[in-house]
């Protein structure tokens, strides 16, 4: 009986559905029936009984009613249907063939199009290698790239134009079967056995059908394939030259390389996935290489979870009850939305209902002229560790050069939803469905708040900034060559700890090429850091690497990180930025980077004075050094490293904090200044407690540099020093005196033997315990005896330079 009763109960949303029919209907019964009914009652009171023929006619009527309710629904749906079909398969022009194109394609293609289809596509292909690589393959360079002379076929079988929509659509054919490509590869094979090896593409093979859709009034064109098209490649391996080895040799290249470019293919421009070609009424030639968006989620509409993807109520409802208890879990539910862009992501808060409001606001980086914003929605369950998928959806972005912005995305029925901005600054608001699902919208606004330019300038609010306008329109950033970074890692906010206990020690590395840098440790969640770092500009693209930790008692913990593209410093230009940490939910670093000349000043790096002076290093102390010791302590000293030139300072017992007041020398060659902190053992091996660089190359002569440097690879520890470019006369530095470099080596050599003999006479007693010392004090005196005589051959070789110098004047001064 209960099942019986569950199944005649109608759905309440189809109930009100009709009822709202009858009365909005063009002829409406229910106003006659009313006074209808009132006439009957009547009747059946005072005249004769109509109680066995009223429910009967009543009956009647109402399934007539219904009848013609579901006839107009299912007629209504028919409609949409067909219009649906015949819209999108119904041509609006006759098939017309396309040879005239093709002619034309094969006489601009060797001169024009391939070359800058080569450039366009090279970039594409070296940063698809780098994050997909194959098993059997380390690593893998691209050494060669060219599409060849033979041009793809277009439309060979005709092309129309047709309607999708409202949208107006071109098909036609694509056809490219070519086998005068000039693409090669580097790979350096993960197995030992074959070592490198190049990869050469013989031929390629793209065939499928085109679609191409005109958008916001002819500016731009979006481009896909109708369905996954048909990919063939044939490669060939060898060591280069003339030798080649079959394809057999690394069998599983040819099909990676085949499944890369078919999964390149169907996640790019395969459909609804389109890619954008614009066509801007200006070019200001403008190569835009990143730029900040800010990314505001506003609320989201028509959430059910039984038609949302992932849900376990997906199926529709029954009865109801079953439509009853739909509506009270729609209110009930809990959502978020993530906002990834790249690496970079970003979650909001959890909201109820079926219509949340957010309306939040995320600072995203963007590292390309180009960009994909993805929204993911998840259910949140109170309790649950984890959260449940739902649907996602996204907004492609791309800067255009006329200093505007496209934005576009899937819309209803897998349509086309597009939006430009003229300028930096102006928002664009768009409604985007859920892909893949039948209920659910998101209502996002994105403002594009500035683009980055290769060569320094930025455009933003409606304005382009140069801090060295070019008159000529050509490049305004100078030389790479001799260049510094100088970057300043100022303050962070919203980071986050995984500890629980609300503490808080955070530290940033950077890393730029091999060079790393560490900040100190920050004890609040709004740290304030204000740390200077200076590196040598690398160029070709490098990212400069920045890694936000926590310092935890079995290891430091991750919290973030991001990374900046160095391309178009302008020297005199500083750059202050706040970076959002990627990996995370929150967190951003603020750093100023500023590109600096290094002057030429005399006896610096570059200079024609490098031979004629030296870098004079004092080791002052260092302190908080790490514990190498089971006692908590270390014997720490310092093993700088000058080019090939290694010099030690003495050591420093059972202590964190050193004092050594020891100075050094060296002949300035611009070599870099390393200097390695150790913890001395007398019978294992040291152990590093530390390094660092010293800079010296921008220091003006004769001008002394005290410094704090942090050191890097450990937890905590800074060394304290003093640096100085000496560039000095020969008058100043006589010969004679009494404590010269010279008479310092011989006192050296005679306490040198004196320790020879003392240990001698404790090997002979046997006093293995009293070795350590005199060991130590004998490297110390041995590094020191080095010192002396690279000061001996610093004068010699300044002698020997003053020597040539006047003998030019000489020369130079006398009668011909």
């Given at each position: 009986?209960?099942?019986?009763?569950?199944?005649?109960?109608?759905?309440?949303?189809?109930?009100?559905?009709?009822?709202?029919?009858?009365?909005?209907?063009?002829?409406?019964?229910?106003?006659?029936?009313?006074?209808?009914?009132?006439?009957?009652?009547?009747?059946?009171?005072?005249?004769?009984?109509?109680?066995?023929?009223?429910?009967?006619?009543?009956?009647?009527?109402?399934?007539?009613?219904?009848?013609?309710?579901?006839?107009?629904?299912?007629?209504?749906?028919?409609?949409?249907?067909?219009?649906?079909?015949?819209?999108?398969?119904?041509?609006?022009?006759?098939?017309?063939?396309?040879?005239?194109?093709?002619?034309?394609?094969?006489?601009?293609?060797?001169?024009?199009?391939?070359?800058?289809?080569?450039?366009?596509?090279?970039?594409?292909?070296?940063?698809?290698?780098?994050?997909?690589?194959?098993?059997?393959?380390?690593?893998?360079?691209?050494?060669?790239?060219?599409?060849?002379?033979?041009?793809?076929?277009?439309?060979?079988?005709?092309?129309?134009?047709?309607?999708?929509?409202?949208?107006?659509?071109?098909?036609?054919?694509?056809?490219?079967?070519?086998?005068?490509?000039?693409?090669?590869?580097?790979?350096?094979?993960?197995?030992?056995?074959?070592?490198?090896?190049?990869?050469?593409?013989?031929?390629?093979?793209?065939?499928?059908?085109?679609?191409?859709?005109?958008?916001?009034?002819?500016?731009?064109?979006?481009?896909?394939?109708?369905?996954?098209?048909?990919?063939?490649?044939?490669?060939?391996?060898?060591?280069?030259?003339?030798?080649?080895?079959?394809?057999?040799?690394?069998?599983?290249?040819?099909?990676?390389?085949?499944?890369?470019?078919?999964?390149?293919?169907?996640?790019?421009?395969?459909?609804?996935?389109?890619?954008?070609?614009?066509?801007?009424?200006?070019?200001?030639?403008?190569?835009?290489?990143?730029?900040?968006?800010?990314?505001?989620?506003?609320?989201?509409?028509?959430?059910?979870?039984?038609?949302?993807?992932?849900?376990?109520?997906?199926?529709?409802?029954?009865?109801?009850?079953?439509?009853?208890?739909?509506?009270?879990?729609?209110?009930?539910?809990?959502?978020?939305?993530?906002?990834?862009?790249?690496?970079?992501?970003?979650?909001?808060?959890?909201?109820?209902?079926?219509?949340?409001?957010?309306?939040?606001?995320?600072?995203?980086?963007?590292?390309?002229?180009?960009?994909?914003?993805?929204?993911?929605?998840?259910?949140?369950?109170?309790?649950?560790?984890?959260?449940?998928?739902?649907?996602?959806?996204?907004?492609?972005?791309?800067?255009?050069?006329?200093?505007?912005?496209?934005?576009?995305?899937?819309?209803?029925?897998?349509?086309?939803?597009?939006?430009?901005?003229?300028?930096?600054?102006?928002?664009?608001?768009?409604?985007?469905?859920?892909?893949?699902?039948?209920?659910?919208?998101?209502?996002?606004?994105?403002?594009?708040?500035?683009?980055?330019?290769?060569?320094?300038?930025?455009?933003?609010?409606?304005?382009?900034?140069?801090?060295?306008?070019?008159?000529?329109?050509?490049?305004?950033?100078?030389?790479?060559?001799?260049?510094?970074?100088?970057?300043?890692?100022?303050?962070?906010?919203?980071?986050?700890?995984?500890?629980?206990?609300?503490?808080?020690?955070?530290?940033?590395?950077?890393?730029?090429?091999?060079?790393?840098?560490?900040?100190?440790?920050?004890?609040?969640?709004?740290?304030?850091?204000?740390?200077?770092?200076?590196?040598?500009?690398?160029?070709d693209g490098e990212y400069l690497k920045i890694k936000c930790y926590t310092e935890e008692v079995f290891g430091d913990d991750s919290i973030g990180s991001a990374r900046i593209s160095l391309e178009g410093l302008v020297e005199g230009s500083p750059r202050d930025v706040w970076i959002p940490l990627e990996k995370v939910n929150s967190g951003e670093v603020r750093i100023q980077i500023e590109a600096v000349r290094v002057e030429d000043y005399d006896g610096s790096r570059g200079s024609a004075n490098h031979g004629n002076g030296w870098v004079e290093l004092v080791l002052i102390e260092a302190r908080d050094l790490v514990a190498a010791d089971?006692?908590?302590?270390?014997?720490?000293?310092?093993?700088?490293?000058?080019?090939?030139?290694?010099?030690?300072?003495?050591?420093?017992?059972?202590?964190?904090?050193?004092?050594?007041?020891?100075?050094?020398?060296?002949?300035?060659?611009?070599?870099?200044?390393?200097?390695?902190?150790?913890?001395?053992?007398?019978?294992?091996?040291?152990?590093?407690?530390?390094?660092?660089?010293?800079e010296y190359q921008r220091l003006p002569p004769n001008e002394m540099a005290d410094k704090w440097i942090p050191l890097q690879g450990v937890k905590r520890g800074e060394i304290h020093v003093q640096v100085t470019r000496k560039v000095p006369e020969l008058e100043k530095r006589p010969s004679a005196d009494p404590e010269s470099p010279l008479t310092k080596a011989h006192q050296i050599s005679s306490q040198m033997k004196q320790m020879m003999i003392k240990l001698q006479s404790l090997i002979e007693d046997s006093n293995l315990e009293g070795i350590s010392a005199p060991l130590s004090e004998l490297e110390t005196l041995q590094d020191m005896?080095?010192?002396?005589?690279?000061?001996?051959?610093?004068?010699?070789?300044?002698?020997?330079?003053?020597?040539?110098?006047?003998?030019?004047?000489?020369?130079?001064?006398?009668?011909?």
């Amino acid at each position: 009986m209960g099942r019986r009763r569950k199944r005649s109960l109608v759905n309440v949303d189809g109930v009100v559905d009709f009822f709202n029919n009858v009365m909005v209907e063009k002829k409406p019964y229910l106003p006659f029936l009313i006074p209808l009914i009132l006439i009957f009652w009547a009747l059946e009171k005072w005249f004769f009984s109509l109680s066995n023929w009223v429910p009967l006619v009543l009956a009647v009527w109402v399934t007539i009613q219904y009848g013609n309710y579901q006839h107009r629904i299912a007629v209504e749906d028919l409609n949409k249907k067909w219009k649906r079909v015949t819209l999108s398969t119904s041509p609006l022009t006759p098939l017309e063939h396309c040879e005239w194109l093709n002619k034309l394609l094969m006489e601009i293609w060797s001169n024009y199009m391939n070359p800058r289809l080569s450039l366009r596509f090279e970039s594409i292909v070296e940063k698809r290698l780098k994050h997909h690589k194959s098993r059997l393959i380390e690593r893998v360079e691209l050494l060669e790239f060219s599409l060849g002379s033979s041009p793809p076929w277009l439309g060979l079988h005709g092309t129309c134009w047709s309607t999708f929509g409202d949208q107006r659509v071109m098909r036609l054919g694509f056809d490219w079967d070519t086998t005068d490509l000039s693409i090669m590869l580097l790979a350096k094979v993960a197995k030992p056995l074959f070592g490198t090896a190049k990869i050469v593409i013989n031929s390629l093979h793209i065939k499928g059908d085109l679609l191409l859709m005109p958008i916001l009034d002819g500016k731009a064109i979006l481009y896909s394939f109708i369905s996954t098209p048909e990919v063939r490649i044939t490669v060939a391996f060898g060591s280069g030259g003339s030798q080649s080895l079959p394809a057999t040799e690394l069998p599983g290249v040819s099909s990676w390389l085949v499944k890369l470019l078919t999964d390149t293919l169907a996640k790019t421009m395969v459909e609804p996935r389109r890619q954008c070609f614009s066509l801007p009424a200006i070019d200001l030639r403008k190569k835009a290489v990143g730029g900040i968006v800010y990314v505001t989620v506003l609320s989201a509409t028509k959430l059910s979870r039984s038609s949302l993807r992932g849900s376990p109520l997906r199926k529709q409802p029954s009865s109801g009850v079953d439509c009853l208890q739909q509506h009270i879990d729609d209110k009930v539910m809990q959502t978020f939305v993530e906002v990834e862009l790249g690496e970079l992501t970003r979650r909001t808060s959890v909201r109820p209902g079926s219509c949340p409001q957010w309306n939040l606001t995320f600072n995203m980086v963007l590292h390309d002229n180009t960009g994909t914003v993805r929204f993911h929605l998840y259910e949140h369950t109170p309790g649950s560790v984890t959260c449940d998928y739902l649907a996602s959806c996204e907004i492609k972005m791309k800067y255009i050069t006329d200093d505007s912005t496209m934005f576009w995305a899937i819309g209803p029925d897998s349509g086309v939803i597009a939006k430009h901005s003229e300028f930096c600054g102006k928002d664009v608001e768009m409604v985007l469905p859920f892909e893949g699902v039948d209920a659910g919208e998101l209502t996002v606004k994105l403002v594009v708040k500035e683009w980055q330019f290769s060569d320094g300038s930025l455009s933003f609010n409606n304005l382009r900034v140069s801090s060295q306008p070019s008159l000529s329109g050509s490049s305004n950033f100078l030389s790479r060559t001799g260049r510094r970074i100088s970057v300043t890692v100022v303050e962070g906010k919203d980071l986050m700890t995984k500890d629980k206990s609300g503490k808080c020690n955070l530290y940033v590395k950077l890393q730029y090429g091999k060079v790393l840098q560490k900040t100190k440790t920050a004890h609040s969640f709004n740290p304030n850091w204000n740390q200077k770092f200076e590196f040598e500009e690398i160029g070709d693209g490098e990212y400069l690497k920045i890694k936000c930790y926590t310092e935890e008692v079995f290891g430091d913990d991750s919290i973030g990180s991001a990374r900046i593209s160095l391309e178009g410093l302008v020297e005199g230009s500083p750059r202050d930025v706040w970076i959002p940490l990627e990996k995370v939910n929150s967190g951003e670093v603020r750093i100023q980077i500023e590109a600096v000349r290094v002057e030429d000043y005399d006896g610096s790096r570059g200079s024609a004075n490098h031979g004629n002076g030296w870098v004079e290093l004092v080791l002052i102390e260092a302190r908080d050094l790490v514990a190498a010791d089971l006692r908590g302590t270390s014997d720490p000293y310092v093993r700088v490293q000058y080019g090939n030139l290694k010099r030690r300072t003495k050591i420093m017992y059972k202590t964190l904090n050193p004092k050594w007041h020891q100075t050094l020398e060296f002949p300035d060659d611009g070599s870099p200044l390393l200097l390695h902190v150790k913890d001395h053992n007398a019978l294992l091996p040291t152990s590093s407690i530390g390094d660092c660089v010293v800079e010296y190359q921008r220091l003006p002569p004769n001008e002394m540099a005290d410094k704090w440097i942090p050191l890097q690879g450990v937890k905590r520890g800074e060394i304290h020093v003093q640096v100085t470019r000496k560039v000095p006369e020969l008058e100043k530095r006589p010969s004679a005196d009494p404590e010269s470099p010279l008479t310092k080596a011989h006192q050296i050599s005679s306490q040198m033997k004196q320790m020879m003999i003392k240990l001698q006479s404790l090997i002979e007693d046997s006093n293995l315990e009293g070795i350590s010392a005199p060991l130590s004090e004998l490297e110390t005196l041995q590094d020191m005896q080095e010192e002396y005589t690279v000061q001996l051959e610093t004068e010699q070789m300044l002698l020997l330079n003053k020597i040539k110098e006047l003998g030019q004047e000489f020369l130079n001064s006398s009668p011909s």
